[in-house]
């Protein structure tokens, strides 16, 4: 059991330091201008024209959603090839040494 837990808080951390680290935010935050823009037209069509009030709630929470989206899809892609290059070098460095055995 604890050795679960152990390797649950080293995979947490691991992604918490990729979803501020390696570009993670700058990309996400571009992704989140572009595509929060777009929804925001598309959803506050009434406030951007002038004939309603912008809900100034949904607009922050519009821009979140793709913020942490993009965050998301990027720390597990680099979580998943972290995990492909420990197996392959396991796969050689097995081989490796079975070899000179």
């Given at each position: 059991?604890?050795?679960?837990?152990?390797?649950?808080?080293?995979?947490?951390?691991?992604?918490?330091?990729?979803?501020?680290?390696?570009?993670?935010?700058?990309?996400?935050?571009?992704?989140?201008?572009?595509?929060?823009?777009?929804?925001?037209?598309?959803?506050?069509?009434?406030?951007?024209?002038?004939?309603?009030?912008?809900?100034?709630?949904?607009?922050?929470?519009?821009?979140?959603?793709?913020?942490?989206?993009?965050?998301?899809?990027?720390?597990s892609k680099?979580?998943?090839?972290?995990?492909?290059?420990?197996?392959?070098?396991?796969?050689?460095?097995?081989?490796?040494?079975?070899?000179?055995?």
């Amino acid at each position: 059991m604890s050795r679960m837990l152990y390797q649950l808080a080293r995979r947490s951390r691991e992604a918490g330091e990729l979803a501020v680290s390696h570009g993670t935010p700058r990309r996400a935050a571009k992704l989140a201008v572009v595509v929060g823009t777009l929804l925001v037209v598309i959803n506050q069509w009434e406030a951007v024209t002038g004939t309603a009030s912008m809900d100034w709630l949904k607009v922050v929470l519009t821009y979140c959603v793709p913020y942490l989206v993009a965050t998301y899809t990027s720390v597990s892609k680099d979580l998943h090839s972290r995990r492909q290059t420990v197996a392959a070098e396991l796969e050689v460095y097995g081989k490796v040494r079975n070899s000179e055995v």
